[in-house]
Structures are given as structure tokens and as C-alpha cells.
């Protein structure tokens, strides 16, 4: 059986895929212990794949850094990495919007991957920040 974590994450045929990897941590210099977000939306590097640009893709990339505050990365990813990474994964499209994926072939990807309680209760707050940005697309879209 091939091992499919080597090769490389591209997009789909009427989609772009990209994940979020939420890199929350501590700050272990305040007493308070206070919280700190660092959230990453990652993306295959169209120019280095050779792959067309989304026009979709492009505004939740502005929509995410802008309005958000994401952070935003592109290069060359395997599916390892992102399944590795990934908080949620999603895809892009004009006629879907902005949706969460749950699995890749055999691979169940994002916060879906947690399958012991105290994951899925430490977790169920979060969101889905693909409800949220596909929000934000859709009233950007109207004006």
C-alpha cells in the first residue's frame, strides 16, 4: 500500500485547498500565564505547483489576514505535513464557497481527528473558521 503522507498537497479540480494551523500558546513570561493566537491559513505555492490562481482563494487570503489577523503562508506542502499541522483543513470554490473537510481518503483531518472526550470538549469551542470566513466572503461578495 502506498504511503500517501510524501506526496504533495494541490488542488482539486474546481476547488483550492488550504489549512489552518492554530499555534496557541502561552506566554510563560507573564505570572498570569496570559494566552497568546497565532493562527496560520497555509496554502499550496501556486507559482512554485505551477497551479492556477483561485480568484476565491484570493479574497479569503485578504479576508483572513485582514479582517482576521491570520497569518499567511504558501509553499510546497505533503499531505503528511498538513495532516501533521492542520487545526481544520478547507477547501475554496465561486459555486461552494469556503468548507470544511473531514477526510482525506482513509485520513480524518483537523479537529475531527481527536477522538478522546477531553479533546473534543477542549476543542468544540473553537469553530468553524470555514463557517466564519465563508460569512465574511459572503458579505464581501455584495458590496
Not at 5 to 12: E, I
Not at 14 to 31: G, L, P, T, V, W
Not at 98 to 124: A, E, M, R, W, Y
Amino acid at each position: 500500500q502506498t504511503d500517501l503522507r510524501k506526496y504533495h498537497v494541490l488542488d482539486g479540480p474546481n476547488f483550492a485547498i488550504a489549512f489552518i494551523e492554530d499555534k496557541s500558546n502561552h506566554n510563560d513570561d507573564d505570572n498570569e500565564n496570559t494566552p497568546t493566537t497565532k493562527i496560520v491559513l497555509h496554502m499550496p505555492c501556486h507559482k512554485t505547483l505551477g497551479l492556477l490562481p483561485s480568484i476565491t482563494q484570493k479574497m479569503v487570503t485578504r479576508i483572513a489576514r485582514e479582517q482576521l489577523g491570520f497569518v499567511i503562508q504558501q509553499d510546497v506542502y505533503t499531505l503528511g505535513q498538513l495532516l501533521d499541522l492542520a487545526t481544520e483543513v478547507i477547501i475554496m470554490s465561486t459555486t461552494r464557497g469556503v468548507k470544511t473537510v473531514t477526510h482525506i481518503g482513509d485520513h480524518v483531518v483537523g479537529l475531527n481527528k481527536d477522538d478522546n472526550t477531553s479533546n473534543k470538549n477542549k476543542n468544540k469551542n473553537k469553530g468553524s473558521w470555514a463557517m466564519r470566513l465563508n460569512e465574511l466572503l459572503e458579505t464581501t461578495a455584495m458590496t
